[in-house]
Nanobody, 125 residues
Framework: QVQLVESGGGLVQAGGSLRLACAAS????????MGWFHQAPGKEREFVAR????????YYADSVKGRFTISRDNAKNTVYLQMNSLKPEDTAVYYC??????????????????WGQGTQVTVSS
């Protein structure tokens, strides 16, 4: 079992930055690939980014490439999402998730077994 707790959300103006963190419990954090998803009101939960177990590989949704960076610190059992140049359309609840490595469908919800409770990000125009 892995328990995930997100933090770092808030209200920011367009063009600003936020850094989300997701702290994981348990000793097996480094055995999981980690992902971030977001869900805007009335919309489906969508893939944002993924990082491999050792941090060597990262994947991003086209909408955030060049603006967001995912990273992890296995010694601290934490994964991060640095969000720069934020846009109003980035407004959503952001969720971190843990799943097995090597899944070709890493951009789908079904590839992740554990989820956090989410943290709200609001970008004002």
């Amino acid at each position: 079992q892995v328990q995930l707790v997100e933090s770092g959300g808030g209200l920011v103006q367009a063009g600003g930055s936020l850094r989300l963190a997701c702290a994981a419990s348990g000793r097996t954090f480094s055995s999981y690939a980690m992902g971030w998803f977001h869900q805007a009101p009335g919309k489906e939960r969508e893939f944002v980014a993924r990082i491999s177990r050792n941090g060597g590989s990262t994947y991003y949704a086209d909408s955030v490439k060049g603006r967001f960076t995912i990273s992890r610190d296995n010694a601290k059992n934490t994964v991060y999402l640095q969000m720069n140049s934020l846009k109003p359309e980035d407004t959503a609840v952001y969720y971190c998730a843990a799943g097995p490595a090597g899944d070709s469908y890493y951009y789908t919800r079904r590839s992740y077994h554990y989820w956090g409770q989410g943290t709200q990000v609001t970008v004002s125009s």
